[in-house]
Structure formats: C-alpha cells, structure tokens
C-alpha cells in the first residue's frame, strides 16, 4: 500500500518554462512535506519543505504547494535549467516516524 | 566535513552468497537510517536507528536480511543468502534528532547479485 504517490515517473519540459512535479497521499497524518533531489550515483539531496499548517513555501525558483484537502502537493520550478534536470522524490512523514518516499519523477529539462 | 560514508560502492555477488553493507553516519547525529531503490518500488525504508537501538524494521523484506548498529559511528546491512530480487541501490542516511529536512543520504551501494 503506497502512502505517497508520484503518478508521473518522467517530465520533459523545455528550459525557461515551467515544470511541475505533482503528489499525493493517502495518510492524513502526515504532518510534514519534502522534496529530494536525485542525481545520477549520488544519494537524494533535501530541496524543499512544508509543515502541514502551510499552503506554501518558497525557496528562490522552487515554490511547494500544500492543498490538505486533496492530500495533494506540487513543487512548480520557475524557471526551469538544464541542471534541474534530475529525479525528484515526494516524501512525508508524521512526526516521531520516518520518511516515506514516493517512486520518484524523472525531470529533463532541454535547452 | 565527511558526509555519511558507505562502502562498497559497487558489489556483483553470486546468488546464494553473503552480501554485507556498510555506513558510517556523520558524527553527532542519533538517527541512521537503511533505505533501498528499485524502479519498481522507489525509495523505501528499511530500518532505523535512534541511538544505536533499531526502533523499525517492519520494510526489512525478510528474515533474509538483519542490520545492526554495534555503535555510533557504524552501521552494517547484511543479506544473506542474497538472491537476484535483492539487486538495487541501497542507501544510508543520518540525522540529528528527527526533522525530514535534516536527512543526509550517502552516495548508495549498488548491489547485483547474478
């Protein structure tokens, strides 16, 4: 049973656009909200957070979005590089429990 | 400043065999934890550590795997006997105290049993 869903497993957006990476999930304990950042043979790299009592956080081009009841959450990245291209993992957790990841979504971003 | 540290990098193993993981936590941080990446299940949980103790093992697949931490500074992984299901990427990550955005993953284990 998966608890954190990433739908899309590849994104191909051109550079200067938009991407936008969505997730859902189905424990509505979760109380708080990541995305890591995945480069080929290296370990996942935090990127951004939300806590559950936020709609959105902001961090330079990445903005996440926290809609509780939808249990979904989106990571838009504006504008988009050639160096973000990567796999971008969801994860959530409730506190005092550990991460659960989603399968991840391969992000190619062409110049 | 040394990141979490796990070796071997890369193992090809014949089916039957023992297969042991290794991870050094960065220093100071409480929390270590196993995960395993396969395309077909993503990034999933293993086991973790608070303090040297195991405090979840319900994602270890089968009593075909054990982890331990003898201590703050090392952890193992071991599977045996190892069979061609378990190739995947395995990767350590620690932490100090327990907030998602503090996790730091080591570069992962690529393990092949053939």
């Known amino acids: 049973d998966q608890q954190v869903k990433q739908n899309s497993p590849s994104l191909s957006v051109q550079e200067g656009r938009i991407s936008i990476l969505n997730c859902d999930y189905t424990?509505?304990?979760?109380?708080?909200f990541l995305w890591y950042k995945k480069y080929p043979a290296e370990g996942p790299t935090f990127l951004i957070s939300i806590s559950s009592i936020k709609d959105k956080n902001e961090d330079g081009r990445f903005t996440v979005f926290l809609n509780k009841s939808a249990k979904h959450l989106s990571l838009h990245i504006v504008p988009s590089q050639p160096g973000d291209s990567a796999v971008y993992f969801c994860?959530?957790?409730?506190?005092?429990?550990?991460?659960?990841f989603g399968k991840g979504t391969t992000l190619s971003v062409s110049s | 400043d040394a990141g979490v540290i796990q070796s071997p990098r890369h193992e090809v193993t014949e089916m039957g065999q023992e297969v042991t993981l290794r991870c050094k936590p960065i220093s100071g941080h409480d929390y270590l934890f196993w995960y395993r990446q396969t395309m077909m299940r993503g990034l999933e949980l293993l086991i973790y550590?608070?303090?040297?103790?195991?405090?979840?093992d319900s994602g270890m697949p089968e009593d075909r795997f054990s982890a331990k931490m003898p201590n703050a500074s090392f952890s193992t992984l071991k599977i045996q006997p190892s069979e061609p299901r378990d190739s995947a990427v395995y990767f350590c990550?620690?932490?100090?105290?327990?907030?998602?955005?503090?996790?730091?993953f080591g570069e992962g284990s690529w393990l092949t049993v053939v």
């Open positions: 990550a620690s932490s100090q105290g327990y907030s998602g955005n503090t996790i730091y």
């Open positions: 424990n509505s304990m979760f109380d708080y």
């Open positions: 550590f608070n303090n040297n103790v195991p405090i979840d």
């Open positions: 994860a959530a957790h409730q506190a005092g429990t550990a991460l659960i």
